[in-house]
């Protein structure tokens, strides 16, 4: 009886490390003019497909959404002209008050993972809005190089200051604290590496503009490329400006002729990457052939990216990609479709 009762107790947790965690938000709006919100998350950040939520309010202007959670997130609240981000765990509950009409107001946060909720809540209200993408990248039409790399990484300073000085520091989440610095960092590489587009953009120049030796010095580091990042949007906006980087210092005097560019990106991101990193690259290199390029071409890549990935997640996304357009190749049965005709029926 014992060792079935221990049978029983083991098959049971099994099926519990088998299931889906969830996470759950709930919370209070003042002011709303819709009748419901969308929580979202990007699940896959190569087609940045989201798992999404959309929670209706009810009488009392609640709302309850629950997200399938395998690992730690930043996920969105989402209302007309107003975003909130939150940070959530596997199995957290967290409960978010906010006025729709005020987006200056820091939300009211309570339930799981307060700490790092409220840091991140002031962070972006004080720090990461400051810092918008664009509104850096802007600062190329008036700063050189040099000048545009050091406000650069005093911005990045000054971001790891807000986390790091915070009074919660030593409470928060490793995750969390983990996650918050590798955006930080990419986004510092990232804008680093985006300053001659952004300089010849927004000076109208027709080339880009010649950078002092050294400059790309930051991508020297060992450590650069890390597959623990691979679900951060700012990891792989780096990683694909830096493919372009690559292209471009890759390219011979020649030049690459009449090759395709998605075949010349494919090459150098299987030599330049490993891991799950590799797997990135080289999904986003096929996908955008089979929508963009030559689909003959796009299919052998598609067969020797199927025997490179390591992995199914992103063989899954690629031939999902891959078979939409095969179904609509010529010589394939047409689809069912329904259309109205000039009469109305």
């Not at 107003?82 to 967290?94: C, D, F, K, M, N």
């Not at 990609?321 to 394939?332: A, H, R």
Request: aromatic letters at 12%; glycine letters at 6%; proline letters at 5%.
């Amino acid at each position: 009886m014992k060792k079935i009762l221990l049978i029983l107790v083991v098959a049971l947790a099994a099926c519990s490390r088998l299931a889906p965690d969830y996470a759950t938000i709930t919370g209070y709006i003042e002011n709303p003019s819709y009748e419901q919100v969308e929580v979202y998350y990007i699940k896959e950040t190569v087609t940045n497909t989201r798992e999404e939520v959309k929670a209706p309010l009810d009488e009392n202007n609640r709302f309850s959404a629950s997200l399938p959670l395998d690992e730690p997130r930043l996920v969105s609240i989402r209302i007309p002209r107003r975003s909130i981000s939150l940070y959530l765990e596997p199995g957290a509950e967290v409960d978010v008050t906010f006025d729709a009409d005020d987006s200056t107001e820091i939300p009211g946060i309570e339930g799981d993972l307060v700490a790092e909720n409220r840091l991140l809540a002031g962070y972006n209200a004080d720090v990461a809005n400051k810092y918008a993408r664009m509104t850096v990248l802007r600062k190329a039409a008036e700063m050189g190089p040099d000048e545009f790399r050091i406000y650069v990484t005093d911005n990045y300073e000054e971001k790891l200051n807000y986390l790091r000085n915070d009074i919660r520091f030593d409470e928060l989440s490793e995750d969390f604290v983990s996650m918050m610095e590798a955006n930080i960092r990419y986004e510092k590489k990232g804008e680093l590496m985006e300053y001659p587009w952004a300089a010849a953009r927004f000076r109208g120049l027709d080339s880009h503009p010649e950078l002092p030796e050294g400059y790309y010095d930051f991508l020297d580091d060992a450590e650069i490329f890390s597959d623990q990042y691979t679900n951060l949007q700012s990891y792989v906006a780096f990683l694909n400006v830096y493919q372009n980087y690559m292209i471009q210092q890759n390219e011979p005097e020649e030049g690459y002729g009449d090759r395709d560019y998605y075949s010349v990106l494919f090459e150098q991101s299987y030599d330049a990457f490993t891991g799950e990193t590799r797997d990135i690259a080289l999904a986003g290199a096929v996908i955008s052939m089979i929508r963009f390029g030559d689909f003959e071409l796009a299919g052998e890549h598609y067969e020797r990216f199927m025997d490179l990935a390591t992995g199914d997640k992103y063989k899954d996304l690629v031939d999902t990609e891959y078979q939409k357009v095969l179904d609509l190749s010529p010589g394939k049965p047409a689809p069912e479709f329904t259309l109205t005709d000039i009469n109305g029926e």
